[in-house]
Structures are given as C-alpha cells and as structure tokens.
C-alpha cells in the first residue's frame, strides 16, 4: 500500500524565539516531518511539548548553546538517529534517521562562510569549503535510499539568486562554492527536487536578508535550502513547495519553509 509523506526543512533561526510561526506553520501546513536548522538550544531546552501537544511525538536532535543546531520532528516513528561531525569541531550541524522503508533522512546546516571569499584571509571560508568537502567524501559511500535537505548556504543556478552579476563574488554564489556544491552533487548523484519541479530557467529563491526594508518589493532573494535525493527516490517525489508566505509572518526567520511530497 502507498503511503504518502509531507518532508518540510526549515532553517528557524531559533526555535525557542519562533516557537508562534511554528506553530503557526504546522497547524495551517501540517508536514508528518520537519526538519529545522539553526535551532539555536541545548537537547535539554528544546520546546518538545509545543511540537508533542501537535502531533509530532517522534523527535531527534542535536543541539548546542545559542548557536547552529539542528533537529527533526515527526508523526512517523524515526529509527538509528546518527551524527556527523563535518565542521570537525563538535558543532552541531548534521543529525539524520531512518523512516519509511529503510529510507534514510539526513539533515544537514552547513556553515555560511562568513563575508570574504578567499580561505586565507577568511578562515570561515574554508572551513565551509572542508565541510562540503566532507559531505562529498561521504556521499560517494552512500549504500542506500536517502533524502538530503536543510540549508546549504550556497545558491548554486544563476536563477538561484536576485542578481548573478552582482553577486558573483558574495559568499554562496561564489564560483569556487558551486564548483564544490557540484563536486557533492555528483558524488552521491543527487537530484536537486525543487529544480525537478520548478524548471532551472526560472527564478526561486528560500532566503530574503533583514536588511531589506521591504524584502517582498525588493525581492533580493537566494536559494539557499535544498532537497536532494539519491536517484532510486527521484521518481517518489510527487509536489515540491516553497512556503514565501511565512517570511511575512510575525518575528519572522530570514529563510522560509521547502517541502516535498513523496509517495513510497
């Protein structure tokens, strides 16, 4: 029997700051899993009744103080939590699990790299550079079905951002970033879901600044949440989505919700 899943990522940018929006998200979009970035909250902290008292009682995290964090919560149990560590320093950037059918769900938020685009002058840089580096190392060893999502800072088409020309030389459009980004795009061969469903020469974006006074009339966007997939699932995915709306709601994060339907 078919069973259709809603997968949802979402970099929050605190989710003890927008426990509201969450909130809100779930009652009105109701995903059966959720995938979160930058929680920003110690295990112990993480708000597990808001998501319990909505249905979502199978959560797995891996959190840190005040910064990056990630965590997944579910109406579907979630099985074999494991953690990587490809910042190689402890922080707590990837956590994945296995869900339907020996399906594997990773997820992932990988470092922005700070301003300068050049690993000597920039340390951030590089480390980000290594860490995709890492990713890349494992993907080529992936031995089974897996889906691949949260915020990877790099906006990889030229459609992926507002303006390619302008931002050609700003970390997560830079050349060197794509290059790496493709370099673990065809180690795992990923497919990229959203470019699956909205077609590359079109515009679409996950991730509008603060700094914009008016960010939907200015519409400076970037793509920088992903949903890839090994190719054994490309043919599950049925519908993607990119959730705009929320960056308008109350006290809202700089990122905004992807989803994608699977039917397995």
């Given at each position: 029997m078919a069973t259709t899943l809603r997968i949802a990522s979402w970099n929050i940018n605190s989710v003890r700051a927008r426990t509201d929006i969450v909130e809100r998200y779930l009652r009105e979009h109701a995903p059966d899993i959720l995938c979160l970035q930058e929680t920003k909250v110690i295990d112990g902290l993480f708000p597990e009744g808001l998501f319990r008292q909505l249905g979502y009682n199978h959560i797995v995290i891996n959190g840190q103080p005040m910064h990056h964090g990630v965590a997944i919560v579910s109406r579907i149990p979630l099985h074999n939590r494991s953690v990587n560590d490809w910042q190689a320093n402890g922080e707590a950037r990837h956590v994945g699990v296995d869900i339907l059918d020996g399906v594997r769900l990773e997820n992932v938020y990988?470092?922005?790299?700070?301003?300068?685009?050049?690993?000597?002058?920039?340390?951030?840089?590089?480390?980000?550079?290594?860490?995709?580096?890492?990713?890349?190392?494992?993907?080529?060893?992936?031995?089974?079905?897996?889906?691949?999502?949260?915020?990877?800072?790099?906006?990889?088409?030229?459609?992926?951002?507002?303006?390619?020309?302008?931002?050609?030389?700003?970390?997560?459009?830079?050349?060197?970033?794509?290059?790496?980004?493709?370099?673990?795009?065809?180690?795992?061969?990923?497919?990229?879901?959203?470019?699956?469903?909205?077609?590359?020469?079109?515009?679409?974006?996950?991730?509008w600044s603060y700094r914009a006074q008016d960010w939907e009339a200015s519409n400076r966007g970037r793509r920088l949440d992903h949903m890839w997939v090994t190719p054994d699932l490309a043919d599950k995915a049925k519908a993607h989505e990119v959730h705009k709306p929320c960056r308008s709601w109350g006290k809202p994060s700089d990122h905004v919700p992807i989803v994608t339907e699977f039917h397995f």
């Open positions: 990988v470092p922005a790299g700070g301003d300068i685009p050049d690993r000597d002058e920039n340390p951030k840089f590089g480390q980000k550079l290594d860490f995709l580096q890492r990713m890349t190392d494992w993907s080529a060893s992936l031995d089974k079905p897996t889906i691949l999502t949260g915020d990877f800072n790099v906006a990889p088409l030229e459609t992926d951002v507002w303006s390619h020309k302008q931002l050609i030389n700003v970390v997560s459009h830079t050349a060197i970033e794509i290059e790496v980004l493709a370099e673990l795009q065809a180690a795992g061969r990923w497919v990229d879901l959203a470019r699956q469903f909205v077609p590359p020469h079109e515009h679409l974006y996950t991730w």
